[in-house]
């Protein structure tokens, strides 16, 4: 008498990848909902309140903004700042915060200081900077530098110590040079920690420029909501924030699906 064992063709691989991507597709779902109850809000606000632009009025000014072309210069001022302070800050902040991780002695000296750094409002220096750099984009991306350069340098610290004793063992043991080891055995192993520092860097520089842009600046979108709340006009200045929250959002939800491809992989 036999017995025969029969498998099943099921293709196993399958199903985790249609459960991620059904899991996805509802994630989109939701987050299109909220934005849609938000705007919901928004609209009950604006009929409830005098104050309150309403979404399509909002919206409207914003395109006419574009369609004149007067919003392109602020744009271009805001955008520039964001990415020169925080290329200034990361190409600070990723050498420093990978010395004080590997150095005990610089980890203990400087920690204490950073932490307490970190602590304090970046806008307070921005009197110094003003004098520094003067009126403009120069002073703005100072600003996001000095902002982005601590979460940077504590998120790249924290990955450095965070790395596998076993791995330097074994660059050792292949023979890597100290920049193959850098390269090769680190900076994979950091990735997660740094896209967090990258992605919380990104946002506190975006927001100092746009906090500096009220103080002093020649051009930027926080001037020129600045202004348009001047002029009572409500529509622009409302849709000028909307602009701002869809940058804020757009590099920040990229740059949270780069952190979630380097987790996978570590």
Do not use: C
Not at 212 to 229: S, V
């Amino acid at each position: 008498m036999s017995t025969e064992l029969r498998t099943s063709p099921t293709p196993v691989a399958a199903r985790p990848s249609r459960s991620k991507k059904t899991t996805a597709v509802k994630d989109n779902l939701w987050r299109v909902a909220v934005v849609v109850g938000l705007i919901g809000v928004w609209w009950v606000l604006a009929i409830a309140l005098e104050l309150v632009s309403s979404p399509a009025e909002s919206f409207a000014a914003l395109a006419e903004l574009f369609a004149n072309g007067s919003i392109y210069r602020h744009l271009n001022a805001t955008l520039q700042a964001v990415a020169i302070g925080f290329l200034v800050a990361a190409a600070i902040g990723f050498p420093l915060g990978y010395m004080i991780g590997r150095s005990k002695f610089l980890g203990s000296v400087f920690d204490p200081i950073v932490a307490g750094a970190f602590a304090i409002p970046r806008i307070v220096f921005f009197p110094i900077l003003l004098q520094i750099f003067g009126v403009g984009v120069g002073a703005q991306s100072a600003m996001a530098a000095l902002a982005a350069v601590f979460p940077i340098m504590v998120s790249t610290t924290a990955g450095v110590r965070a790395i596998n004793p076993l791995l330097p063992k074994l660059a050792r043991s292949l023979n890597l040079s100290r920049s193959q080891t850098v390269t090769k055995i680190y900076v994979p192993a950091m990735a997660p920690s740094l896209m967090v520092g990258i992605r919380i860097g990104f946002s506190i520089a975006f927001i100092n420029v746009i906090i500096a842009e009220f103080f002093a600046a020649r051009a930027g979108l926080g001037l020129l909501a600045l202004r348009a709340y001047g002029r009572l006009d409500l529509p622009s200045m409302y849709g000028i924030i909307v602009l701002l929250a869809a940058i804020a959002l757009v590099g920040n939800m990229v740059l949270w699906a780069v952190e979630r491809k380097l987790s996978e992989k570590a």
